[in-house]
């Protein structure tokens, strides 16, 4: 199996050019402006901004290799690519191992909140608030939340599903901590090559999608894994076309210096249009 720490040189030199390209082009312009102290901070960012997109590359680049041994995984775990003076994370997540809030039913929604901890009246208000954001009408429910209740707070309701997963941090009942704990777990982008991935699964995803509590043990077919260092899944062996895939960069510099990137990536199999970017922040 290759090793998760990628030091090949032929990737090293891609992801230098890439960046090099980045630094001179940003660094000339400053010149030109007679600024370069005054946008030193700009260049800085813009230096680890280009990594991250170049962290993004790499990705793409590893999801696309025909060998399936060679192929890089889908299971959330980390690869570290060392260039420069500079030191690149990068986690490839499964889109379809999270829990697709526009296809939930009422008790999935019940169990996702409460699997993280909330129940009595806070549940209620969350439950029927997540319910009356996405129904097509303007009647609340009785715990819940329409147009009026979001009015002074500058907040339209979509009636209809969520666009983003942030959407999901203005229903009434909702505030950061919790949104932290769920924020993971969730996606607006499952798309429609298969059904949910129990193997590539977050934990509270897996709780909700089952119908298993975190407390109840796993449920019945999912692999037992007795060495955390060694996946019990390979899913290489399956193919990623038209699977949507999370790619998040983190850069560190020597510096301090901090950058984050997460893009939702779809391979097409097309050699002319490999991919498609569904969303980037």
């Known amino acids: 199996m290759k090793s998760r720490r990628d030091t090949g040189y032929a990737m090293v030199v891609a992801v230098a050019g890439m960046m090099a390209f980045a630094y001179v082009s940003f660094e000339a ?17 813009a230096k680890l901004a ?21 192929r890089w995984w889908i299971d959330g775990k980390p690869r570290t690519l060392a260039i420069d003076n500079m030191v690149l994370k990068i986690v490839v997540e499964d889109e379809r ?14 169990t996702m909140f ?5 129940g009595g009246n806070r549940l209620d208000t969350l439950v029927d608030s997540f319910e009356d954001w996405q129904d097509e009408d303007d009647d609340a429910r009785p715990n819940g939340a329409e147009a009026p209740y979001y009015q ?23 505030d950061q901590n919790l949104f932290a704990k769920l924020k993971p777990a969730l996606t607006v982008f499952f798309g429609d090559a298969g059904g949910f ?29 007795t060495d955390p260092d060694t996946p019990v899944y390979d899913p290489s062996a399956e193919s990623y076309i038209g699977r949507p895939l999370t790619v998040r960069v983190t850069v560190r510099d020597v ?19 490999p991919y498609w970017i569904r969303y980037i922040e």
């Open 114 to 118: 409460a699997d993280v901890g909330i």
């Open 197 to 225: 991935s129990v193997q590539t699964s977050q934990p509270l995803a897996l709780a909700v999608m089952s119908g298993v509590g975190p407390d109840q043990g796993q449920p019945t077919g999912v692999p037992q894994n």
């Open 255 to 273: 510096d301090g210096g901090e950058f984050s990137r997460a893009a939702i990536v779809e391979l097409t199999g097309s050699k002319t249009n």
């Open 50 to 70: 280009a990594a991250a997109d170049s962290g993004i590359a790499v990705a793409l680049n590893g999801l696309g290799v025909e060998d399936t041994k060679q």
């Open 97 to 110: 191992g999270k829990i697709p809030v526009n296809r939930l039913d009422e008790d999935q929604v019940r």
């Open 152 to 174: 002074p707070y500058g907040i339209k309701p979509r009636n209809g599903p969520f666009r983003t997963i942030d959407e999901l941090s203005e229903i009434r009942g909702m």
């Open 29 to 45: 312009v400053a010149v030109n402006r007679g600024a370069t102290i005054a946008v030193a901070g700009q260049v800085e960012r």
